[in-house]
């Protein structure tokens, strides 16, 4: 079945660095990539996705790649603020579920 | 708006004992339904899901179930848990055959000893 590989498990940057996050997967038959996140105490959120018919998809600092070739994801976010500080997730869905990667734990240092 | 209430907060139980957590949406007419576990730091594992009131459909076999006994009630339960059952318990809802956005619940935290 699908796998998904996240990495770096963990990413600690100073505020206004940009940062990248990556991902793959392994079953091309996956046509749907969302992400979310996970801040303190907070709830699971979404922040973005992308098709398998798309290569890349800008929301305001986030911007997701993607390469079907290779099958990875490159979640890049700019100007990170301390609000930014959370688990992010990637994830990917074949026929029927998702599948998750291990996430990456972003701290933003003030 | 569409709310999603998850219950209780936290669990600390006893290995063998039941368990039974809640999860109700509240704003949003047949919803898909989801049942998701989250170890410790780790991934999140898809549990069950629901598409209608009475159908749940098993996705890993962790000695739990799940229901759905009403259009905005999810139900995850087990007579006997085991010490792999802790972890973080996640409910989570999408529209029918709409966009595919998960919505999470605040999750339970369950400690079983």
């Known amino acids: 079945g699908e796998q998904v590989e996240q990495l770096p498990s963990s990413l600690i940057v100073q505020e206004g660095a940009s940062v990248l996050i990556n991902c793959s997967y392994t079953?091309?038959?996956?046509?749907?990539f969302p992400w979310y996140k996970q801040e303190p105490g907070k709830r699971l959120q979404f922040i973005i996705d992308i098709r398998s018919n798309m290569e890349r998809k800008q929301n305001q600092r986030l911007t997701l790649l993607f390469d079907k070739k290779t099958k990875h994801l490159s979640l890049h976010i700019t100007a990170t603020q301390p609000g930014d500080s959370a688990i992010y997730f990637c994830s990917a869905r074949g026929n029927y579920q998702l599948i998750w990667g291990s996430g990456t734990k972003l701290i933003i240092k003030p | 708006a569409q709310t999603i209430h998850q219950w209780p907060v936290a669990e600390i139980k006893a290995v063998g004992s039941p368990l039974s957590l809640g999860c109700t949406i509240k704003?949003?007419?047949?919803?898909?339904l989801y049942w998701y576990w989250q170890a410790t730091g780790g991934t999140l594992q898809q549990l069950f899901y629901?598409?209608?009131?009475?159908?749940v459909e098993s996705v890993v076999q962790l000695n739990l179930s799940a229901s759905r006994p009403k259009d905005d009630q999810f139900i995850l339960s087990t007579e006997k848990l085991l010490l792999s059952h802790s972890g973080f318990y996640l409910c989570a809802w999408r529209d029918w055959g709409g966009a595919e956005t998960l919505y999470f619940g605040s999750g339970t935290r369950l400690t079983v000893l």
């Open positions: 079953d091309s038959a996956s046509v749907y």
């Open positions: 704003g949003k007419s047949s919803p898909n």
């Open positions: 629901s598409i209608t009131v009475g159908q």
